[in-house]
C-alpha cells in the first residue's frame, strides 16, 4: 500500500501552492475511506503530482468562450473566438478562427508571467495572450474557394438555411468550436485546419495554411465547406468539440443534445414542446435541442408543402412532409477519413456509430488505436468507453478499428463522505458492456427509420387505440410523452431490450432489440444501472503517445451542480457552477478505473493562479497581502499564518467560500488538451464572477512534468 507522508509534505519549502496541494490531497485521502491509495508507487507507476502551479495564458474577448483547443507536435497552437459580443470592435465581433503567432508551446516557460485580467472596456474586447499575438485565420461568413460561405450550411439550392423560417438552434458561422490540424504529407509547416461550427445543421470548414518561418503567421492558401463529404452522411448535427486520431484523422463530435426528446422529433415545431398543454410543467429534457430540426429537413432539401396544423400556443405550421431527417443518423462521432485530399469533395466522412448516440463532446482514441473514450455534454449524461474486436484493433484508420466492437457505459463509485467537496471528492469507475455490433448493421437499424415525416406525428392518432381519430396535436403530445412515438424505439422496446439484459447480459438480446443501446444509449445505460448523472462533461485529452502507468486521461466537468450536487444517486457531491478538471490514470489496455480531482475551481479551488506574482511560488509575506491563498498571510488577530490556515479550513469542508479571488481560479473547464510536456491547456466557457468579461486560458503544470 502506498501511503502519504504528511510530514514528507510538510518538510519541503512552505509556499502557497504547496499548501494548497497537501491540503487538498490530505483531505481527500482522509475521506476515502482508507486514507491510502491502492498498489505501491511502483505498481501505480504514477508520479505524486498533486503540487502543481496554474498560469493564464490568454483572456479572450468579451462574450466569447474559449473554444478549438489544438496544440500540433511542432508546438502551433490554434484556438478560435466564439460567440463574441456584436458590440466589441473588429474583428472580434465575429466568429473567429485564430493561431497563436511568435511562440513555439514546446518551447514555453513553466514560470512564464500570467496576463493579467482587462482593466478597461477596451482591453477586455481584445484577445491578450502571455506570450506571442493571436492571429485571425478566418471568420464565419467568410467567402470560400467555391464561393458559399465559411461555416454556414445551405439548402441543396444554395440558399442559407438562417434565411429560411424555422426556429435556430445557434446563429450559423457565429459559433466555431473544435480546431484539428493535419500537416501536410510533404512538410509540418504547412496543412489543413479542420473547424467545427456548433450549429443545427452543422457544418466543418477546412483551411489550407501555410507557416512562414518558425513560430511566424500563418497564409491562408485556402478556405472550404466541407458539405459534399457531410452530405453524403445526411449531413452533421451541433458539431462541438473534436480530437485528431492517432493516425491523422480528425473526428467531429455531434452533441445532440436533443437525444432525450426524440420521441417529439417529426412533431411540427418541435421545439415548442414544452408549451403543449400535454407536457408537465417540468417540460421535455433536451427540448432546447430540437430547435434547428426542421432546419435539418430544410437542409436535405425538405419542402415545406404539407397540412397546416395548429401548434398549441404557438400559431399554426405548415409540414415538411417529403424529406425528413432521421434522428437517429445524428448524435455521432464523425471520422474525417483522406483529410489532406486535394479536392475537399473527396474528404470521406463517416459516422461511428459503434461509439454510441448521445450528446457527444468529444472523443478520444488512445495509442493501441483499440480504445476510445467519449464525452457527453449536458445534465444528467454518461461517460463511454470503446473497445475495437482484436481483428480490427490498430488496423488502419480509426474508420477501421472503429468499425467492430463493444460499446461500455461508467458505473461511478464515490470515494469520500457524500456531499463532500469536489476538491476532496473521487470516483471509481467499472465499466459496464452496453452492446456490440460493427457499422454495417448499426446503418441497416437506423435504415429502418429513414422516411419518417411530420405527417406520420399526426398519424400517431390513427396508429393507436388510445386516441381518435380527431384527436389534437396536444393530445398526440400527452400520449407520445407517456408512452413513445409508435414510429420511432419505445420506451417498451428498452424496458424489453433491459429484461433480457438482466437475463443474460449482452449476448442474449434478441436480434431485433440488439439496436436499442447503440440508437438509444443514454436510455439503455439508465436501465442497466449505469451513472447518468454527470453534468456539462466536457473536453476529454491525452498526451499524444501516452503510456499506461505514467499519463492520465483529462476531463473537465463545466459544472458539478444538478445531478451531481444532490443527496441521491452514484454522485452526491457539495457542487457547485464552478466546475473541476479530473484526472483519469491510465491502466493497463489503456483503461481507467479511477477519477481523481486535479484542478477544481471557485470556492472549492484547490489550486490558485493568474495574479502577478504566479511565476515566484517561493514568493514572501510581502506579494499577495489580501490573497485567501497566501500562507504567510496575517489573521484578524495579527497571527501569520492566516491564509494556511483558511486553506486548512477549505480542505475539511469548512470553508465557507466567500474568501477567494474568483479572477485568479478556473471558472467552467471546457476545452483542454495535454502537452506533450504533460502540461494541460484549459479553456473556459464561464459568466461567473472575475470572468465575465474574460473567459480564460490557463496552463496547469503537474508538478514534476
Not at 493516425?247 to 411540427?268: I, K, L
Not at 467537496?421 to 448499426?442: C, K, Q, R, S, T
Not at 392518432?461 to 380527431?470: I, M, N, P, S
Request: charge should be negative; proline fraction near 5%.
Amino acid at each position: 500500500m502506498y501511503r502519504y507522508n504528511i510530514n514528507e509534505y510538510m518538510g519541503r519549502k512552505v509556499t502557497r501552492r504547496g499548501i494548497l496541494a497537501v491540503t487538498a490531497s490530505t483531505a481527500f485521502l482522509s475521506h476515502a475511506g482508507t486514507g491510502t491509495m491502492s498498489g505501491s508507487s511502483s505498481d501505480r507507476g504514477h508520479e505524486d503530482e498533486e503540487e502543481g502551479t496554474l498560469h493564464r495564458f490568454a483572456t479572450s474577448a468579451t462574450g466569447a468562450e474559449v473554444t478549438g483547443l489544438y496544440v500540433t507536435e511542432e508546438g502551433q497552437f490554434f484556438f478560435n473566438v466564439q460567440h463574441p459580443s456584436r458590440e466589441n470592435d473588429d474583428p472580434y465581433n465575429e466568429g473567429t478562427i485564430g493561431a497563436v503567432v511568435g511562440v513555439n508551446m514546446n518551447d514555453l516557460p513553466r514560470d512564464f508571467p500570467s496576463v493579467q485580467p482587462s482593466e478597461s472596456e477596451k482591453q477586455a474586447a481584445d484577445v491578450r495572450l502571455a506570450r506571442g499575438s493571436y492571429q485571425v485565420l478566418a471568420q464565419g461568413g467568410d467567402e470560400t474557394d467555391s464561393g458559399e460561405s465559411l461555416g454556414i450550411p445551405t439548402t441543396p439550392d444554395g440558399t442559407p438555411v438562417g434565411d429560411l423560417d424555422g426556429s435556430e438552434y445557434s446563429e450559423y458561422g457565429y459559433w466555431p468550436d473544435f480546431n484539428g490540424f493535419v500537416p501536410d504529407d510533404e512538410a509540418s509547416d504547412e496543412g489543413y485546419l479542420f473547424t467545427n461550427f456548433e450549429t443545427q445543421p452543422g457544418m466543418v470548414t477546412r483551411l489550407h495554411l501555410r507557416q512562414r518561418g518558425k513560430n511566424g503567421g500563418w497564409e491562408v492558401v485556402g478556405a472550404e465547406n466541407v458539405d459534399e463529404p457531410l452530405r453524403r452522411v445526411e449531413g452533421t448535427n451541433i458539431n462541438c468539440f473534436g480530437s485528431v486520431s492517432p493516425e491523422g484523422v480528425p473526428m467531429s463530435a455531434e452533441e445532440q443534445y436533443s437525444h432525450p426528446a426524440t420521441r417529439f422529433w417529426n412533431r411540427p415545431k418541435p421545439a415548442t414542446i414544452d408549451d403543449s398543454p400535454g407536457i408537465s410543467e417540468d417540460g421535455v429534457q433536451g427540448s432546447f435541442g430540437l430547435n434547428g430540426v426542421e432546419k435539418q429537413a430544410l437542409y436535405l432539401g425538405g419542402t415545406r408543402d404539407g397540412e397546416e396544423v395548429d401548434v398549441p400556443e404557438n400559431g399554426t405550421a405548415t409540414l415538411i412532409s417529403d424529406t425528413y431527417a432521421n434522428p437517429y443518423r445524428y448524435g455521432h462521432i464523425v471520422a474525417m477519413g483522406n483529410p489532406t485530399a486535394d479536392d475537399v469533395t473527396d474528404v470521406e466522412a463517416t459516422k461511428l456509430t459503434t461509439f454510441g448516440r448521445a450528446a457527444h463532446e468529444v472523443a478520444v482514441v488512445m495509442p493501441d488505436q483499440r480504445t476510445a473514450y467519449t464525452s457527453s455534454d449536458g445534465t444528467g449524461k454518461c461517460f463511454y468507453k470503446f473497445v475495437a474486436d482484436e481483428d480490427v484493433a490498430g488496423r488502419g484508420d480509426v474508420t477501421e478499428y472503429g468499425s467492430k466492437g463493444t460499446l461500455y457505459v461508467a458505473k461511478a463509485n464515490q470515494q469520500g463522505k457524500p456531499n463532500g467537496n469536489p476538491a476532496e471528492v473521487g470516483f471509481e469507475l467499472d465499466w459496464i458492456p452496453l452492446g456490440h455490433a460493427d457499422l454495417d448493421e448499426i446503418e441497416s437499424w437506423i435504415a429502418e427509420y429513414d422516411g419518417v415525416t411530420q405527417a406520420d406525428y399526426l398519424a400517431i392518432r390513427e396508429e393507436v387505440d388510445a386516441l381518435d381519430d380527431d384527436a389534437s396535436l396536444a393530445d398526440i403530445d400527452a400520449y407520445v410523452e407517456e408512452n413513445g412515438n409508435p414510429f420511432y424505439i419505445t420506451p417498451e422496446e428498452v424496458d424489453a431490450w433491459a429484461e433480457q439484459y438482466e437475463d443474460g447480459g449482452i449476448g442474449c438480446i434478441d436480434e431485433e432489440l440488439r439496436r436499442v443501446p447503440f440508437l438509444e444509449t443514454r436510455r439503455a445505460a439508465a436501465a442497466v444501472g449505469a451513472t447518468d448523472e454527470f453534468r456539462k462533461m466536457e473536453g476529454l485529452n491525452i498526451r499524444t503517445g501516452a503510456v499506461p502507468g505514467e499519463d492520465f486521461l483529462y476531463m473537465a466537468i463545466s459544472e458539478t451542480s444538478e445531478t451531481m450536487n444532490d443527496e441521491e444517486g452514484d454522485i452526491q457531491l457539495a457542487g457547485d457552477e464552478w466546475g473541476a478538471v479530473y484526472r483519469l490514470p491510465l491502466e493497463a489496455d489503456y483503461d481507467v478505473s479511477r477519477m481523481e480531482p486535479a484542478v477544481v475551481g471557485g470556492p472549492n479551488a484547490n489550486i490558485c493562479g493568474g495574479c502577478p506574482y504566479d511565476a515566484r511560488p517561493d514568493s514572501k509575506s510581502s506579494v499577495c497581502p489580501d490573497c485567501g491563498y497566501n500562507p504567510t498571510e496575517e489573521d484578524e488577530n495579527g497571527t501569520s499564518g492566516g491564509g494556511m490556515k483558511k486553506l486548512g479550513k477549505a480542505a475539511s469542508d469548512l470553508v465557507t467560500g466567500d474568501d477567494f479571488e474568483e479572477e485568479n481560479v478556473i471558472s467552467n473547464p471546457d476545452n483542454l488538451v495535454v502537452m506533450r510536456d504533460k502540461r494541460v491547456i484549459i479553456g473556459e466557457d464561464t459568466s461567473n464572477e472575475g470572468h465575465e468579461n474574460d473567459n480564460m486560458i490557463w496552463i496547469y503544470t503537474p508538478e514534476g512534468c
